[in-house]
């Protein structure tokens, strides 16, 4: 084992956040119902976040966080035409929100709650117009800079990498992109990579390394069965063979906070997610405020979670914000005592990883960032010295432990290996990203000098292939939620990366339909076909 870090405590927790949604953007259509998933992330949880973090650092309290920031996320946050439809989102949440005020009036159980949510949309306005002008890239970019937080990237579109690894060249492609497309957003190399659903295999590692990597995460048994078993556990970190560092999620203290029935979340206290009015009032009242008429959710809801009844009652914010505190309380007392334990029985400084998705605070879990704000400052308080914030570059840059072994094929989905994305509802995808993928291969391979449109549609065909990779379709189609929505972004990106390839392979590439692609899967602007290629091939 390396020396210690020089930091004091008995311990260290190392809290993470995966921030990522599924690339979606319809410049023909003015309301998609599609688009709104980004603009209640952005309203509910990435605004939100951004503003407890600020809060903190004005007052000087001294947090760390690690936040995986996904290309596809960035590409639509960086998106002029979904910033100005989130502009006309938030203007409409603004117009519906004083509606209910006035619908409300006399109405003791929801006129405040109106209220309320016409002051957060007001927040939200002027975080997004005049604090962080629109570009919350931006606003994430200087968050980093002040040292509280490591950013990360992922892979190009988030693609599930154990499934697309059969073709190697599929799997180097996402990792170096996310990795360039870091480097190229935020002017400094990533250190670390957040792998899509924390999925892993071995052969990813040369990439990795190849990409500059210095850790990723994945789940605790992708390091409890490597080889030779880790004598430490998940509690410290490991380095594989070829000198990659792994942190291995800590279940325990992610359950506190994930589950909904087991979890924080779950309290009868908090806000219902499901009990939104763009369900329970009269649809004619909201049909301006819905795309295209359609029934969804709106953000404004009444009811706390109250139990397993129908009959839901009314939401009491200051009673919510008081559990927060409390579980927030609870939570760093349950990290002492855990630290303070494991420190005594294995004679270390543990680390304690507590990975999370970051739409869960604010979106699904509405107090969410409240809870993180009280958890920062009840670890930072100077009676709390068991344990140490920390992220992962601080913690090696300081000497931090680590244990040599190769470790195991892993997720963090159901069962724990690949049956959440490769199984009776999906499985059938891959054989054709995995012909599509070789393909895309050989045509990137061919040494000879492309130029004018077939290199613009070699360069959309590899955005087309890389949006049928993400992992996001077949979670849909798994779960059964959107996945007729999931199953046709799927066969729309291959059939448009099939069509391409079929134009190539002619050499005669139809201008008007290219353009038309480019336009509307207009992510990664300065992609270059040729990191497609065999490596292999000179």
């Not at 990522?20 to 599609?34: A, F, I, M, N, T």
């Not at 009242?285 to 009314?314: D, Q, W």
């Amino acid at each position: 084992m390396n020396a210690c870090p020089s930091k004091n405590g008995k311990g260290f927790v190392m809290l993470v956040l995966h921030a990522h949604l599924p690339y979606v953007r319809y410049p023909g259509h003015s309301h998609h119902l599609e688009e709104r998933w980004l603009f209640e992330a952005i309203t509910e949880t990435y605004l939100p976040l951004l503003d407890t973090f600020e809060q903190l650092l004005n007052d000087r309290i001294d947090f760390r966080l690690t936040l995986s920031l996904t290309p596809t996320l960035v590409e639509m946050l960086r998106d002029r035409l979904l910033m100005e439809r989130y502009q006309r989102y938030l203007a409409g949440l603004m117009e519906l929100s004083g509606k209910e005020i006035r619908r409300t009036r006399g109405d003791g159980r929801f006129h405040e709650l109106a209220r309320m949510y016409w002051k957060r949309c007001s927040v939200a306005q002027r975080l997004f117009q005049d604090v962080y002008r629109k570009d919350l890239v931006a606003a994430f970019a200087a968050l980093a800079r002040t040292g509280k937080v490591e950013l990360i990237t992922s892979a190009a579109t988030h693609a599930f990498l154990p499934a697309i690894s059969a073709v190697p060249s599929a799997a180097r492609a996402q990792v170096l992109l996310g990795a360039r497309h870091h480097q190229a957003t935020f002017g400094r190399k990533a250190r670390g990579m957040w792998l899509p659903e924390c999925g892993y295999v071995p052969e990813l590692e040369p990439v990795l390394r190849e990409a500059g990597m210095r850790f990723f995460f994945l789940e605790d048994h992708g390091l409890m069965r490597g080889s030779p078993r880790p004598r430490y556990g998940i509690y410290l970190p490991v380095k594989t063979p070829l000198g990659i560092f792994a942190f291995a999620r800590d279940t325990a203290s992610s359950r506190q906070v994930w589950s909904a029935s087991e979890g924080y979340p779950g309290d009868f206290d908090y806000r219902d997610f499901y009990r939104d009015i763009g369900f329970d009032l009269d649809l004619a009242y909201l049909r301006p405020h819905l795309p295209e008429g359609v029934r969804t959710f709106t953000g404004l809801k009444y009811f706390r979670i109250t139990g397993a009844t129908p009959s839901k009652k009314p939401y009491i914010p200051e009673k919510a914000l008081r559990k927060a505190r409390i579980h927030a309380g609870d939570f760093t007392r349950k990290r002492v005592a855990q630290i303070q334990g494991l420190a005594d029985m294995l004679k270390i400084r543990p680390v304690v990883t507590a990975a999370y998705d970051a739409e869960l605070f604010g979106h699904w879990w509405h107090e969410g960032p409240a809870w993180l704000n009280y958890f920062f400052r009840a670890a930072a308080a100077k009676g709390q010295k068991t344990f140490t914030l920390t992220t992962p570059s601080e913690y090696l840059a300081e000497g931090g432990p680590s244990e040599p072994a190769s470790l195991s094929m892993s997720s963090w989905g159901n069962r724990g290996y690949s049956a959440t994305w490769v199984d009776e509802t999906n499985g059938w995808i891959y054989r054709h990203l995995a012909r599509a993928s070789r393909l895309m291969t050989a045509v990137a391979s061919e040494r000879k000098r492309r130029g004018g449109l077939i290199k613009r549609g070699l360069c959309q065909a590899g955005r087309e292939l890389l949006l049928a990779q993400s992992s996001d379709w077949a979670f849909m189609m798994n779960t059964d939620h959107a996945s007729a929505f999931a199953r046709n972004k799927f066969i729309k990106h291959l059939g448009n990366f099939l069509e391409l390839h079929r134009q190539i392979s002619a050499g005669a590439i139809n201008g008007e339909y290219l353009a038309q692609l480019e336009a509307e899967n207009n992510l990664f602007a300065d992609l270059d076909f040729r990191i497609f290629a065999d490596p292999m091939k000179p």
